[in-house]
């Protein structure tokens, strides 16, 4: 399975944007990347998705890299119910299934 | 309102005892999945099911059952086989022609 690396920990403050990195240097061409965050004790959140170029939605923006091989969440104005565990996901299709590979994620702090 | 309903929120298993946590959604989803999420780490797939009546092994199923009976309904049975149980449980659904999964809030699963 393709994986993906992120910092154990950032911390940012609140009202400031936030960059979350995440390489993925074994990604294939047909590997979607995926942002979800979690909540303590709360199942994962979707936040965004692309394949190669950069997305925006309400919730954030995702920059990937030319090659592919990284990209980065941007959290345009962070407050502090962004306070998560945010995980960079490859997505891949097996047999038409969507399959999900979670890494361990970032922590996110968020300081008032 | 439309969502994944996971029960219950906490469960105790004796030793030697097979449990079943139980997952519903009225998102009208065809797939659906189970993941198990240790303390500190990502989650791993136990299961998966595209269609009624058919399912298939994930990463971790060794030790774990599920059936697909209607929709709707994709319970996960944690047998005696499975001789560390202990872990935070996921539900998810999607829709085969989008790319998100959507989450429980889980079942928090311990051994007695």
């Known amino acids: 399975d393709a994986k993906t690396t992120q910092p154990n920990s950032m911390e940012s403050n609140e009202e400031e944007p936030v960059h979350l990195p995440c390489n993925h240097s074994t990604i294939s061409g047909t590997d979607y990347i995926h942002w979800y965050r979690q909540l303590p004790s709360q199942g994962p959140e979707y936040v965004i998705h692309?394949?190669?170029s950069n997305v925006n939605n309400r919730m954030a923006s995702l920059a990937i890299a030319e090659d592919r091989k990284s990209s980065t969440l941007i959290l345009h104005r962070a407050t502090l119910r962004d306070a998560a565990v945010y995980y960079c996901?490859?997505?891949?299709?097996?047999?038409?299934?969507?399959?999900?590979?979670f890494g361990q994620g970032t922590r996110l702090t968020i300081n008032p | 309102d439309g969502g994944i309903t996971q029960s219950p929120k906490y469960l105790f298993r004796k030793e030697g005892q097979n449990v079943t946590l139980s997952c519903e959604q009225n998102?009208?989803?065809?797939?659906m999945y189970w993941y198990r999420q240790d303390p500190g780490q990502g989650l791993r797939l136990i299961y998966y099911s595209q269609i009624v009546n058919d399912f298939q092994k994930g990463d971790i199923a060794e030790g774990y059952s599920v059936s697909r009976e209607k929709k709707e309904s994709f319970p996960l049975t944690v047998t005696s086989a499975q001789k560390n149980p202990t872990a935070f449980y996921l539900c998810?659904?999607?829709?085969?022609?989008?790319?998100?999964?959507?989450f429980g809030a889980g079942t928090r699963l311990s051994v007695l």
């Open positions: 998102l009208n989803h065809d797939a």
């Open positions: 996901i490859l997505r891949t299709t097996i047999q038409g299934a969507q399959k999900l590979v």
């Open positions: 998810a659904s999607s829709p085969l022609a989008k790319n998100i999964q959507y």
């Open positions: 692309g394949l190669t």
